[in-house]
């Protein structure tokens, strides 16, 4: 099957891109490797919230919930149960899903807007279980022992590397697993659902087991990407690990100018996130502030966030979700 001009530019811009992520750890310095880890895993939570709200109309603020359990199973596992970091890390995502799962049922009784809060109330629940784990250092936190640092690998630059690379694994991961996802018979029934619930149910779609699927599947997956934050990190404390701020604010953030509903929004969202940190971080409290009036500016300038914007006549995607016959303008 003859490949399209507009496909072939999508390998080749994904093949170049990949390559120079690829090679990071071999241009970039020590400064940018540290950003880019970052980088990488917002993005990750950017496009794993985008999936529960943008493609199956679940608005959680509570992931920081996941999160923060992610990074104490990570810790608990290979303080306590003695595991090497390369087990110990799937294994909290997988820890972190099974934890989702009552969680989940107890979330699923709420809907609308108090299911946005009811998931908010629960991260705060769990914040504050593990600030009285004294074994976990209470409120005050605990720091990953010397000997399991060194363990990861040789040297702090063979450390960082080896995370840069298990980071942008997990992205590439998550992006071409929702898109998978969403080109799949699951993500027809989760569009469904996000457009109008009953008439999902009318016809078949299994709602409720489906988007507990999601839920529990996007736990998981924020499970394993708190486990790799605070495995850089190498320090966790719940007011961190749990913060409603850094892991559920900014990553709606994150999504919401660049783009709900689509999976190039995000990467936006997040380029621009990045950008605007750079330069108004030294400005206190004025930041979230400023960040407020820009999200709300774009969403009054266009619903679809950057995304819409820059594709609003051009009606060109790098992750194609349906397939469309070519049409003339």
């Known amino acids: 099957m003859p490949v399209s001009k507009t496909d072939a530019a999508r390998i080749g811009l994904f093949l170049a891109v990949l390559f120079g992520l690829t090679t990071g750890p071999y241009w970039a310095d020590r400064g940018t490797v540290r950003l880019l880890i970052e980088a990488f895993y917002f993005l990750a939570l950017a496009q794993l919230w985008n999936l529960l709200a943008g493609y199956s109309g679940l608005i959680s603020v509570g992931q920081q919930a996941f999160v923060g359990l992610g990074g104490y199973m990570l810790f608990t596992l290979t303080m306590f149960a003695g595991m090497p970091v390369v087990v110990a890390l799937p294994l909290a995502g997988v820890l972190t899903g099974l934890l989702a799962w009552p969680t989940a049922m107890v979330a699923f009784r709420l809907s609308g807007p108090h299911f946005a809060i009811g998931t908010w109330v629960i991260a705060e629940v769990y914040r504050l279980s593990f600030a009285q784990i004294s074994a976990l250092g209470g409120g005050s936190g605990i720091s990953l022992p010397t000997e399991i640092v060194r363990g990861m690998a040789d040297g ?9 690379w298990v980071a942008l694994a997990i992205l590439l991961a998550v992006i071409f697993g929702i898109w998978g996802l969403m080109r799949s018979r699951v993500g027809l029934g989760l569009g469904a659902i996000r457009d109008n619930e009953e008439a999902a149910t009318s016809v078949g779609v299994r709602t409720v087991r489906l988007k507990f699927g999601v839920f529990v599947g996007v736990a998981a997956m924020t499970g394993m990407i708190g486990a790799l934050i605070f495995l850089q990190k190498l320090r966790i404390t719940p007011e961190a690990a749990f913060s409603v701020n850094d892991w559920s604010v900014l990553v709606i953030f994150v ?75």
Do not use: H
């Open 156 to 164: 702090r630059a063979a450390r960082e590397s080896m995370t840069y």
């Open 255 to 329: 999504v919401v100018i660049g783009g709900i509903g689509s999976l190039e929004g995000p990467i936006l969202g997040c380029i621009l996130f990045f950008v605007l940190r750079e330069f108004l971080a030294d400005l206190g409290s004025w930041y979230m502030v400023i960040l407020g009036i820009i999200s709300v500016g774009i969403m009054l300038l266009e619903p679809r966030g950057l995304w819409g914007m820059v594709n609003r006549k051009r009606r060109f995607t790098l992750f194609p979700i349906t397939r469309q016959a070519d049409q003339k303008p």
